[in-house]
C-alpha cells in the first residue's frame, strides 16, 4: 500500500479503532512528551495524562534534556505515535476524553495548542493583541486562580503557546525542533508552530480548559536573548504590531 493511502487509511478509522489495530505492534495511537527534572512534577503529570486520556498511550519523560528543544526532539526519536503531544510538567487538563478530543480535531488540523495567534507580531505570541488572539488558559500562581480568555477558537493559527500542543506525526518528522539556534528553554514554542504554518501545515485551537501552575516569564534577559534570536530568524514573517497596550488584549476573569 503506497504511504499516502496508508496515511489516509488510518486517520479515516475512529481513535478506538486506531488503538485496537496498533495495540498487536507495541506501539499506541498517543506519545505525550514531558521535559521535567522535578521528580514530584514527574509523578504529577503522567497522573494527570493517565487521567485525561482515559486510553492506552504512549508516556516519555525527558528528564536530563539541554533543552526543550533537544529534549523534545529526542522524546519524538523514541515515540511511535500517530498523535504526539509536547506538554509542560505543571499543567492540569479539565477533560477525561483527551485522546478522542486529539483524534477529532487532528482529522482536520495538523497542529494544535490551547492558545496562539493568527497574527504574529513580534517574539511573544500575545503581542498582535485583540482580535488575533485565540484560546484560553487558566492561570493558578500562588494560590490565586484566573482565566485568561484570549479569543474564540480558530483554524488559522500562525503560532501557538507552549504549555501544551499536539501534532500529527508527520509534521514532527518534518519540522525537528531547532536545537542549535533555541538551545534554552525560550521561543521554542513559537519557533516550531510559526515554521508548521509557514510550511504549509494547518494550525489551530483546541478548545479545551488547562491550568498552568505558573505564568511564565518575558523579561528576563534570557528570554530577552533568545528572543532576539527568534526575530532575527522570522523577521520577514513577522507583521506591524497592531496592539493597543493601553486597553486590555484579553479578558481576565478571577475564579
Known sequence: MAPNRVHAWRWSLTLRRRYEILAGTGCTVLSVIVCSIDPRKQQAIRGEYQRAIGEPHEFILIDDARSLCEGYNRGFAQSCGEIVVFSHDD????????????????????????????????????????????????????????????????????????????????????????????????????????????????????????????????????WRRYAQRFLAKHRRSIRAKPARYDEPQWTVTPL
Open 91 to 222: 499543567i492540569e487538563i479539565h477533560s477525561r476524553q483527551l485522546g478522542a478530543l486529539l483524534g477529532e480535531a487532528l482529522k482536520k488540523l495538523d497542529l494544535l495548542g490551547v492558545a496562539g495567534t493568527s497574527r504574529l507580531a513580534g517574539a511573544w505570541w500575545h503581542a498582535a493583541g485583540r482580535p488575533y488572539l485565540h484560546g484560553r488558559i487558566i492561570h493558578n500562581v500562588k494560590g490565586r486562580r484566573q482565566l485568561d480568555y484570549f479569543g474564540p477558537p480558530s483554524d488559522r493559527i500562525v503560532a501557538l503557546d507552549g504549555v501544551f500542543f499536539a501534532a500529527r506525526r508527520a509534521v514532527c518528522a518534518a519540522l525537528p525542533f531547532d536545537e542549535v539556534t533555541f538551545d534554552g528553554f525560550h521561543l521554542y514554542d513559537l519557533d516550531f508552530s510559526h515554521r508548521a504554518f509557514l510550511s504549509g501545515f494547518k494550525v489551530g485551537i483546541l478548545d479545551i480548559d488547562v491550568t498552568h501552575y505558573s505564568e511564565g516569564s518575558f523579561d528576563s534577559q534570557e
